[in-house]
């Protein structure tokens, strides 16, 4: 297919893909006359790749730049192109220098011990793992240093979600296809978790509180 025709089924503006050729974001038509490139399905399927990991990852464009270039190097393992495209989801937490203090560095405590009993294959570097300690050093800052004894519990739901977007990544053959549910199960599937724990609280909330019942 020629250009347009590439941005007409993929939805991306023919400058756009021009700019991610340039950039190396997407790999160059082959020539079939001086000024005419032939585009194929991978160019589309790339193409989408890249928009789901813009649009729905919120990723920059040298984030994704790296994300593909695990995907396209074949000599990686599929842990590590998953393990990339993750960390990249996950926005870097700037620097405000509050490591050093004391909430902090116990959370991070609390973290590892955490990843340690339940035998999790995590590195202590995680940016997931930072992100936990540090909602746990707000939690105790705000007074409630308590929730750290739900930890496991949450941990315990945590589990079987994450088997079951793995279950899904699974049945995605092609290292594009797992990219893309990498993406999905990061970022809509939190989303979706997040929206079902709300509703489970209201429904929690209304048996509890029965006189409050119907209001939420």
Not at 13 to 26: C, D, W
Not at 139 to 163: C, I, M, S, T
Not at 182 to 202: C, D, I, K, N, S
């Amino acid at each position: 297919m020629r250009i347009g025709e590439l941005s007409r089924r993929s939805g991306v503006p023919v400058p756009t893909i021009k700019y991610y050729v340039r950039e190396g974001l997407l790999p160059a038509g082959e020539l079939t006359s001086p000024n005419q490139a032939h585009y194929g399905d991978g160019h589309e399927r790339r193409l989408r790749l890249i928009r789901a990991l813009l649009d729905v990852g919120g990723m920059s464009l040298s984030a994704i730049a790296e994300v593909l270039e695990a995907v396209d190097d074949p000599g990686q393992p599929v842990h590590m192109v998953l393990g990339t495209a993750a960390r990249r989801i996950i926005p870097e937490e700037p620097e405000t220098g509050e490591e050093s203090e004391p909430e902090v560095a116990e959370a991070r405590e609390e973290v590892a011990a955490l990843v340690s009993r339940r035998g999790w294959q995590v590195n202590a570097d995680n940016p997931a793992a930072r992100s936990l300690a540090e909602v746990l050093a707000a939690l105790r800052r705000a007074g409630h240093g308590a929730f750290v004894e739900l930890l496991d519990a949450y941990a315990d739901a945590a589990e079987p979600v994450a088997r079951m977007d793995l279950d899904y990544v699974r049945r995605r053959v092609a290292r594009e296809d797992l990219v893309e549910s990498v993406v999905v199960g990061t970022v809509l599937g939190e989303a979706m978790f997040g929206a079902l724990r709300r509703l489970a609280h209201v429904d929690a909330s209304a048996r509890a509180y029965p006189d409050g019942a119907g209001e939420g």
